[in-house]
T-cell receptor
Framework: NAGVTQTPKFQVLKTGQSMTLQCAQD?????MYWYRQDPGMGLRLIYY???????DKGEVPNGYNVSRLNKREFSLRLESAAPSQTSVYFC?????????????FGAGSRLTVL | QQPVQSPQAVILREGEDAVINCSSS?????VHWYRQKHGEAPVFLMI?????EQKGHEKISASFNEKKQQSSLYLTASQLSYSGTYFC???????????FGKGTTLSVSS
């Protein structure tokens, strides 16, 4: 059981370039999430998808777009990368959006924007 | 709005106890606790729900004061393996998403 798989693990971009972070889960979870982690800031919610076909903004959505491609996959796109988007990005999923459900995190994607 | 965690950092020797607090300005539906080791993903420790239900780790306990919108994580007889950063995540209603605090770094030495 792979759990939550994120690709790529590392990426370096130049300012203005675009890229997509991929996330896939094999646990038949309904809800999926994207967080970013910066030193001293904790985990901040970018976007989430409570169920297939829905997406909602989180705390820091500016500069990002998401696509819930199907039940398994939830991608995060940076259309025009900025140095402020240098961060570690975590995808997570859980059975449903009920508070009783545990989040399972992917290993993270480290993005550097020059 | 991010929940507020305190303290920001704790240094312990093996066998000592620690308490990490998490408070919110909103009425809470659930509180989650996760631990993250350096360079790794956060891992689930505990869930506390409005109404008193709990599920989680055997050796770690937590409380949830719904009226005060606060939760505390109790780490007793700490071990070296307890070192890491602890995050609380809160939800103010079902069907939304966890909002995490900035974390509390715990360092346990022998």
């Amino acid at each position: 059981n792979a759990g939550v798989t994120q690709t790529p693990k590392f990426q370096v971009l130049k300012t203005g370039q675009s890229m997509t972070l991929q996330c896939a889960q094999d646990m038949n979870h309904n809800s999926m999430y994207w967080y970013r982690q910066d030193p001293g800031m904790g985990l901040r919610l970018i976007y989430y998808s409570a169920s297939e076909g829905t997406t909602d903004k989180g705390e820091v959505p500016n500069g990002y777009n998401v696509s819930r491609l199907n039940k398994r996959e939830f991608s995060l796109r940076l259309e025009s990368a900025a140095p402020s988007q240098t961060s570690v990005y975590f995808c997570a999923s859980r059975t449903g959006s009920s508070g009783a459900n545990v989040l399972t995190f992917g290993a993270g994607s480290r993005l550097t924007v020059l | 709005q991010q929940p507020v965690q305190s303290p920001q950092a704790v240094i312990l020797r093996e066998g000592e106890d620690a308490v990490i607090n998490c408070s919110s300005s909103k009425a809470l539906y659930s509180v989650h606790w996760y631990r993250q080791k350096h360079g790794e993903a956060p891992v689930f420790l505990m869930i506390l729900l409005k109404g008193g239900e709990q599920k989680g780790h055997e050796k770690i306990s937590a409380s949830f004061n719904e009226k005060k919108q606060q939760s505390s994580l109790y780490l007793t007889a700490s071990q070296l393996s307890y070192s890491g950063t602890y995050f609380c995540g809160t939800e103010d209603q079902a069907g939304t998403a966890l909002i995490f605090g900035k974390g509390t770094t715990l360092s346990v030495s022998s």
